[in-house]
């Protein structure tokens, strides 16, 4: 087992916890030969959960956790209080080096809070944001924050501008990711003041080599993809992805209601399923994986709430891809180079 | 001419000036009578539309104004020194009492500084908002500010919580609007700071009887209409309504390339047209006419920089029910009741 990445899962998280989140950790184990995962939460539940289903041999284990952590709760608190709960042991067996990543879909506060505390930020990483990749129609552009930082400040913006971009060259191949900065208008002079002071920063980096900033990133143009990595504060990144899916939800279920609306239509409709289901295929979340939050010691993949085991497969195998790509690594060499 | 309501129109703002404007105009006031319209622009340009259209004689009248303010100018510094264009000189009609409304599709930023210092606020409003009526699953919903004010205060947020409640009795003849606040999630710890600081005031505005306040409303919920009221900083506003645009426009340019992709889709499709525009026709934007400038001694309303024919004809309606509804007059009285 030792070349195997070792994900520690919070089998507790999520509206459809432990059952989707052990569906999707065998599914992971049984497609991959690099990855082995701790379960950590209820073990009656996981257990229960694991019957009937096959896997390798040594390729899951669980760890008894008898506390949970509510969407709810109060993020400090449960993860300062709540030593017994699946997220606090699973992020522990991350800190003790028993696992190399760390994987939920429950309380987004929680796992920002815990990851900082319990894991702990690589030096010179002001305030880890949540990194999530968005689907566009050319394809993928990473959002950064989409939420972890509600307020924020410019100097948070530009180092979440080069964290982004070290994500995007690793992972997505992309020899020079284009910044841009979620903004209402395309001028340089629109925007409030957060962005107003986080503009020259950004450019300065471009100027350095550091980054490529194309400048203004409109919201509208977001679902089109102009730029690959679009950075703002945690409250506007979670609007915008929030806005993105449901609108999303809402169209389809308009269209569906339109679809059933006569005779003449449901014919038409069953025509077009087949096409229609791959144009919007791309758009479905659980393709996803997950938002990794950047600028940790080991990588913490928060999954959406509604994770299923789609999800929940990706995500680990974004962990390795992760792990394989060293980009912890990488942050901290160019953290160090630029004495940040 | 005397009982018609006089409508300053700036036939030069926006993308399909000035053809589209003269032509909204021109069907606005041959579809109802109590309306007349001051055409101000570039006389020969606007002479040269109206030519073959034929209205009601005395209806319209042009104002010559020869210079234009642009969507890149800085608005400040364009209502300051562009005397002669046709904003300016549409904003003057209404202060001078020779028309009762304006309306442009030009430069945001310039329509609320000119609305501001031409016009001039009502007494006891701090910062007047776009309060644009979007689409929802449900019907629709009041969201402002859309971009007047991009860093607002606790307090500004509250004043608009009331400025919408009255636009939504008046208008919408709703008795007890429901008032939510833009937020990511739907717990009252939730949010960024000025979310978090609005929140007891308008809960206090609730409790007076002011208002009915509902708590957060999640972007997610915007597009399905759970609230009839969506107050936030113009900002995030602005992002909301450019990301619902955006994200409609991106998933229908999808759909229609899948339903061209094969002849089975494009036979398929071509049986659920009908009910698909008749599901998605209420999500049309120019059914909505435009974002009001609440709070200001007499209307302004800001139409898309993309408006045609058919949203500025909606626009000219929305100025006559906002004239007869006496708008202006309930928000005077409401701020001097509370000495706001």
Request: with cysteine; net charge neutral; glycine share 10%.
């Amino acid at each position: 087992m030792a070349d195997r990445i070792r994900i520690a899962a919070d089998a507790m998280g999520g509206d459809h916890a432990p059952e989707q989140i052990v569906k999707g950790v065998v599914d992971a184990v049984n497609s991959r030969k690099d990855v082995s995962v701790i379960l950590v939460g209820r073990q009656k539940g996981i257990e229960a959960c694991l019957q009937n289903l096959s896997y390798p041999e040594g390729t899951i284990r669980i760890v008894d956790a008898p506390d949970v952590i509510a969407t709810a709760d109060h993020p400090v608190e449960a993860i300062r209080h709540k030593k017994d709960s699946s997220m606090v042991r699973a992020l522990q067996l991350v800190k003790n080096g028993e696992a190399d990543a760390f994987i939920s879909a429950g309380n987004s506060g929680a796992v920002v809070v815990g990851g900082q505390g319990i894991i702990g930020r690589i030096r010179g990483v002001q305030r880890p944001p949540f990194a999530s990749l968005i689907p566009t129609k050319r394809g993928s552009m990473l959002l950064l924050d989409c939420g972890a930082n509600v307020d924020a400040r410019p100097e948070h913006l530009a180092q979440w501008a080069k964290l982004g971009t070290i994500y995007m060259q690793s992972v997505m191949k992309l020899e020079h990711p284009k910044v841009g900065i979620v903004n209402i208008g395309a001028e340089e002079e629109k925007g409030n003041s957060l962005v107003k002071e986080t503009f020259p920063l950004l450019k300065e980096m471009d100027e350095r080599g550091e980054i490529t900033f194309t400048g203004s990133c409109e919201a509208r143009e977001i679902p089109f993809g102009t730029c690959d990595i679009a950075v703002c504060d945690g409250f506007t990144g979670n609007i915008v992805i929030k806005m993105y899916e449901g609108t999303g939800q809402m169209l389809l279920s308009e269209m569906k209601k339109a679809f059933l609306s006569d005779m003449r239509s449901k014919l038409g409709a069953l025509m077009i399923k087949n096409s229609l289901k791959t144009a919007l295929a791309r758009f479905d979340t659980e393709q996803y994986g997950g938002a990794p939050v950047l600028g940790l010691k080991s990588l913490v993949v928060k999954m959406h709430g509604s994770a299923k085991a789609g999800e929940v497969k990706r995500a680990i195998e974004q962990c390795v891809e992760f792990y394989h790509e060293e980009i912890a690594a990488k942050i901290t060499a160019y953290i160090e180079n630029n004495r940040l």
